[in-house]
Every structure is written in structure tokens, then in C-alpha cells.
């Protein structure tokens, strides 16, 4: 897993912070831009549990106004009063350790190291009954796995990206304007 010097600009400063993780993308918005990437579990021999990572600014900031309007609760609640639901949720916490385990097929793991990845559910969470962030649940659906919460908070989206004239990540381009991912 190797993220290009470009790409690792960008998700840098849409995150606002420095990875010290390797990283894909796996989800671009239509400008070209990483909306979502899948992060390597392991980072200076310590356990990352979080898989998928939402990027983008504009789907932080729209998902953001959802846990504003008090949409972890909900969503609680309907993991409380839905069995399907919950069977749904549970099988998309089983799937993604299913691929946290063939990421790292091969790799020699120390059992604690395996506890903190295995042993948990989307993004670390302990109480797989629990939401714990839309952004979390959003990324893990954009990941690729089939994930009942973050597709609602995906379908719930009125836009899924920035508009022409006001694209959020154009400003991290570099000197010459052009980008590099299209």
C-alpha cells in the first residue's frame, strides 16, 4: 500500500494533520479528489484499527450536520428495535475484520497487536451495538463494505460533493494548477 508525495499532500491537508501511515484511495469525488482511503492497520509497530477514513472536507462537514441533529442516537435506537438491522450492522463489522485479517495475512502480529485489530468492531469500537461517529460508519460504506449505517448516512446526503466554482480541495493543488489525479 503506497500513496503517491501528491496524494498524502492532499489527504494531509484535507485531515488537517500529518499520516505517518501508508495509504490508497479508494473513493474520489468527480474533480478527482480522495473522498475516502483505506489506511494500512499497522503504523511504527502500533495497531491502527481504523480501516476506511472519510477525507473530504465538504462530506465531513455534511456528515458533521447529521451527529449535530443527533443521528448516532438515532441510529442506536434503530440498532436497538431492528433485528435486521442489527444483523446487517453486525455483518458489516465481521466483514471489514474479515478484510483487516487478509490485509495483514502474512505479517507476524503480536497477540496484543492482534486484540486492538481483530477483536473490535468498525474503527476500534468495542460495543459493536454502538454507532460511534457517522464519519466513521460513512467511510467504512465508501470502503467497499456493505455497511447499513453508513448507507443511510450516504443516501441521506443531499450532495455528495462540492459544486463547480467551490471545490473544497482546488486550493491544495499544487503551483502549477494542474491535477494530478485525472
Known amino acids: 500500500m503506497e500513496s503517491s508525495r501528491f496524494e498524502k499532500a492532499i489527504v494531509e491537508a484535507q485531515l488537517g494533520r500529518e499520516l505517518k501511515n501508508q495509504f490508497r484511495v479508494v473513493k474520489r469525488c468527480s474533480w478527482g479528489y480522495p473522498q475516502c482511503i483505506q489506511s494500512d492497520l499497522i503504523s511504527n509497530g502500533k495497531p491502527f484499527p481504523t480501516l476506511f477514513w472519510l477525507t473530504c472536507p465538504f462530506l465531513y462537514k455534511e456528515v458533521s450536520r ?11 435506537d434503530q440498532l436497538e428495535n431492528s433485528e435486521e438491522m442489527l444483523r446487517e450492522y453486525l455483518r458489516a463489522h465481521e466483514t471489514t475484520r474479515k478484510l483487516k485479517e487478509s490485509l495483514l495475512e502474512g505479517r507476524d502480529l503480536k497477540d496484543w497487536q492482534k486484540e486492538a485489530l481483530f477483536n473490535r468492531g468498525i474503527g476500534g469500537i468495542r460495543n459493536l451495538k454502538m454507532v460511534k461517529c457517522l464519519h466513521l460508519q460513512l467511510a467504512n460504506f465508501l470502503g467497499g463494505i456493505d455497511n447499513p449505517i453508513g448507507k443511510m448516512v450516504w443516501e441521506m446526503l443531499g450532495s455528495k460533493e462540492c459544486v463547480a466554482g467551490a471545490v473544497l480541495c482546488r486550493s491544495l493543488e499544487d503551483n502549477s494548477g494542474k491535477n494530478h489525479f485525472k
Do not use: A, S, T
Request: glycine share 10%.
Open 66 to 76: 447529521l451527529e449535530e441533529k443527533g443521528w448516532v442516537k438515532k441510529f442506536e
